[in-house]
Each structure stands twice: as C-alpha cells, then as structure tokens.
C-alpha cells in the first residue's frame, strides 16, 4: 500500500518559510491520518478521503480557501477516477458546497450514467444529493482577489493511492487558476489532470490549459501503460511540456508500488508514504 498527496505549487505571495512549514506539516497530518483510513478503505474511497481533508484546509486552493473567479464567485472542480475500472467522475465550476471532491464521489457511488457534471447540473445534483450551502471564500482569497494579483493562483490538491488489493485511484480538486473567466474548464477534472487505471495512476497541478494541451495524466498513464518505468513516463512527458513552456506538477503511482512526482517550476508541495517511510517535499 502507498499514498501520494500534492497541495498544488506555492503561489508568489506564499514563499514565507513559515507558510511551506504549516504546509508541510498540514501534508504530514493528512498524510498520516488517509494512511489510517487506507487500512480499512479502498484505494478509491481513501483518495476521496484525502482530498476531502486537503480541501478542508484553508492554505490550499481547493474547497475552502478556493481561487476566486474575475467575477467575484468561486468555482470549483473535482474529479475521482478508479483504476480499476476506470470509472470517472466529477463536478465542473461547481459553486457553494464545502467539498466538490465528495460531490464526485456521490456521482460515483449512484452509479449514474453522466458522469461529469458542470454549472448549475453540478449545483443541483450536489443540493438534492444532500451537500448544504456552503461559503468557500476565505479573508485571505477575498484580499488577493480585491488586490487584483491575478498571478497568485496556482494550486489544486490532488492524492493517488495504492490499496491492499493492488487497486489504483486518483483524485484531484482545485478552486482554479484564480481571476479566470466564469465557464473557463480547469484540467482537474478531465483525463488530462486526473487519470487512473489498472498500471498507474496520476493527478496534476500547474496551469490547466498546459496540462489539457500536453494531454499529461493520461499520457503518462498510457506509457506506464505500455511498459515504461514511471520515471521514464513523467520524463518523457514533461519533456513535451517543455516544447511550449507548460506549467505542470504530477505525482504518480504504478500498481507495484512505485512512484515518481516532477514539477515543470521546482515549488510543487507533496508527500509520500507507505507506512515506514514519509517524505515530503517543497
Ligand atoms: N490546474 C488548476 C487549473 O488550471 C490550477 C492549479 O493546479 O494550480 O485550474
């Protein structure tokens, strides 16, 4: 069994040591406490979890303390696949609820036949599912949006996740780029931000339309896939990044337990553990 996590890259106003130390302790703490919740739950059930615990943590750019959008409203996206059948599912600029990620899950566990849902489809799935309203903005995105630093944005949370079995999932969630366009599509909750099936599973950080146009989860999936290590997939797909600059994060799991992560802009904060060995980065 292991367990990745990522809490998105460090924005420019969060270079403070003090910042990376809460974050990397807040990893730490949710690391720990999805590897507890891995020991009685599936792969699936535990990256849902996981996420669920990062969007609940303000310092992250996901369920509270999501991006705002150039208008004023904070949207978020989510998405869950499991590898072993690879089924997806997932919400779109959804508005008001504490946790799109569980939303997903909720889409998962109805077994419904549209998977992906978006705007108002999203709202109002997650209200009659029982999800109440709930205010993500945080004093600290109210600050950055009224101050206009649009570049403050980059995020999202994402964890893939090993279990007992061998089943892979992937989940990732994000509350945008921040001063978006209302209706613009993050990459979280499309295969290429969030990929999962029976060899590998992956989710991403980083500029949306980067990682959309390097198609970058499941190109990495698709080569592990194919019989490359995941080291040779994650490099060989960042070098296609490269060829226009992309801005990306990815951590990676394969279905015998090894993983890799790479970031485009070395500030991507993530953890590993398997029980024995923790490792967190930034
Ligand atoms: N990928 C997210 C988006 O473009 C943002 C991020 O990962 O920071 O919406």
Known sequence: ???????????????????????????????????????????LETAAYAVGQLEDDPLFNAGT???????????????????????????????NVRNPILVAQSIMNEKLDDRILSGAGANDFAREA????????????EMEYLDKKKSLGRGTVGCVVLDHEGKLAAGTSTGGKGFEIPGRVSDSATVAGNYANQHAAVSCTGVGED???????????????????????????????EQFNGFAGAIVLDSTGKHYYKDSHPKMVFACFDGDALEIFS
């Open 130 to 141: 029982g999800y109440g309203y709930y205010n993500p903005k945080t004093p600290q995105r």
């Open 211 to 241: 990682i959309v146009s390097n198609a970058t989860a499941v190109k990495i999936v698709t080569r592990v896939t194919d019989g490359n290590s995941v080291e040779q997939a994650v490099e060989r797909t960042f070098r296609e990044l």
């Open 1 to 43: 069994m292991k367990l990745l996590i990522h809490g998105g890259f460090f924005s420019e106003s969060d270079q403070s040591t003090e910042t990376k130390l809460l974050k990397q302790s807040a990893l730490e703490h949710i690391i720990r406490t999805s590897w507890n919740y891995l020991q009685t739950h599936s792969a």
């Open 65 to 95: 303390g999501s991006q705002i959008q150039s208008d004023g409203t904070v949207r978020m996206s989510a998405a869950l696949m499991d590898g072993s059948n690879q089924m997806m599912t997932g919400v779109i600029n959804i508005e």
